[in-house]
């Protein structure tokens, strides 16, 4: 089992604390990328820090860049890295492109996948041509040319951040890995399946996926303080399921409804457009904030991290709060825990 690690490239002392994650064995940095500070940048700084560690994002918008420019970019990230880049796209939703980026939301599945095959055509180094319905390129009835790419061929490592069903089945088709937002080991074949009929559809095996979970990591030694770390956990979700959609359609819901809690995401969300913010996340299911993160003693943590192998889960992204200081420390036992899950 790999573990990565979520980083803010912009806080005071983090190119020593990539330095001292690199040092501990952290197989990856990943770097956010919402309606803040971008993705890339950062990441450029951590890749002039460290030596061997990968560094990926998780992850950057499709639309807020045209392809052909996120291709540019990842190979200069590449370059820049000596081959440790991995790009995690999605298309996140119309509230965020339509309102801080300006572009329409439409055609999630579709747009991911012609982005990823424009991804792949530059990366190569080929001619950009490209008959899609999103970005046919270069554009019909334009002056465009079709360009050979100023750049070195260089295999880019491109991970999806997908929920929906058709989207978990373009990811097994076209993509290196997948990001696994909300996973829970116990309904792992809610997401798998479809990635699975995916990757078999093109001749591939799940196997071939390097799937990466996001989790955060605590560790209680009481049955206690585990449990109310669930529970915080669980209230975080509440404007997760409450704020995050809109005209009725939130990805985060529908996933958690296929999961097995339709009722309670109803409730939760209800509540919260309703204003009534303290009822929705005590409306939360506990095991929403109990099964998709690493929480309690090491013994806990390691049996959860061996649930997490079994399903097939190469890599945990580790969300792990404090100082930095505070954070290795966490980072030493989790490391700990990987070892005494095997």
Known sequence: MRIGLAVEPRLPGSAEFARSAEQLGVDSLWVPEVWGYD?????SYLAACTEKIRLGTFVVQLGSRSPALLATSA????????GR????????GPRVMEGWHGIRFRRPVQTTRETVEIIRIVSRGDRLEHPGEI???????SRGAALQPLVR??????????????NLRLTGEVADGWLANA??????????DPLRQGAESVGRTLAELDLVAPVAVEFHDSAHATAEAARRHADGYAFTI?????????FYNDAFSRLGYAEQVDDVSRLWQSGRRDEARAA?????GRLTNLLGGTNEVAERIAAYRDTGIGTLLAKIDGDHSRQLRTVERLLEAVALSR
């Open 85 to 92: 880049f991995l790009l995690g796209i999605g298309t996140s």
């Open 242 to 250: 409450g704020a995050m959609g809109t005209g009725g359609t939130n």
């Open 39 to 43: 993705a890339l940048t950062g990441l």
């Open 183 to 192: 996973f829970i080991p116990e309904s792992a074949g809610v997401f798998l």
């Open 153 to 166: 061929p260089r295999p880019v490592p491109v991970y999806i951040a997908a929920m929906g069903p058709r």
């Open 284 to 288: 939360v299911p506990l095991d929403l």
């Open 75 to 82: 190979l200069s990230l590449q370059e820049l890295s000596n």
């Open 135 to 141: 970005y046919p390129l270069p554009l019909p009835d």
